[in-house]
């Protein structure tokens, strides 16, 4: 019989997305507080890719990507995701955007061999977790390169963002070669 192991820490990777740069920058800071120091952030990048988010968002998003210095645990995602939420509330609740949402912040955990998103929606190919939030394998890492999957999100198939997720790997296994502890 197998025995379980403990899973190694994961990369937190957070996805950003507002027509506000001051909302960019407010989830970045209210991150930080709450995850750490943000190790990388990404170029931002049009989300065009849907008109799903017009109504409760407006148009001309810009998308980015915050990745953070320290290492979550992998069954953290769901809690994750309720804080993300949270943020997102307060945001809305407190600011003087003309939008009910002017911000939407989607968290991920990338490992050596996958990224996944959270999400309160449920399909067939997502993992229940807890407290309402599913866990969705977006993307699959082989043969040294992000790949997706059928129901991977349109934003995620550009270039762009494979790419940074690619940047982003790297960096994951240097934080990992960095702590003799994992």
Not at 26 to 33: D, F, G, H, Y
Not at 102 to 122: E, Q, S
Request: charged fraction near 25%; glycine fraction near 4%; avoid cysteine.
């Amino acid at each position: 019989m197998a025995e379980p192991r403990p899973h190694v820490p994961v990369l937190l990777v957070v996805a950003a997305f507002s027509r506000h740069v001051e909302a960019l920058t407010w989830a970045r800071q209210r991150l930080e507080q709450d995850f750490g120091p943000v190790a990388h952030v990404s170029a931002p990048y049009d989300f065009n890719q849907t008109t799903y988010y017009a109504a409760t968002m407006g148009s001309e998003l810009r998308k980015q990507f915050f990745a953070f210095h320290n290492l979550v645990a992998a069954d953290d995602l769901a809690a994750i995701q309720l804080r993300t939420n949270a943020l997102e509330d307060e945001l809305a609740r407190a600011s003087g955007f003309p939008e009910p949402r002017p911000l939407n912040l989607d968290p991920g955990l990338l490992t050596l061999g996958k990224f996944l998103l959270a999400t309160t929606k449920d399909q067939a190919h997502r993992i229940y977790l807890h407290d309402g939030v599913f866990a969705e394998v977006t993307l699959r890492f082989h043969a040294g390169a992000y790949e997706p999957w059928p129901w991977t999100y349109a934003d995620y198939r550009l270039p762009i963002v494979l790419e940074t997720l690619k940047e982003l790997s790297e960096l994951y296994r240097r934080r990992l070669a960095e702590d003799p502890t994992i």
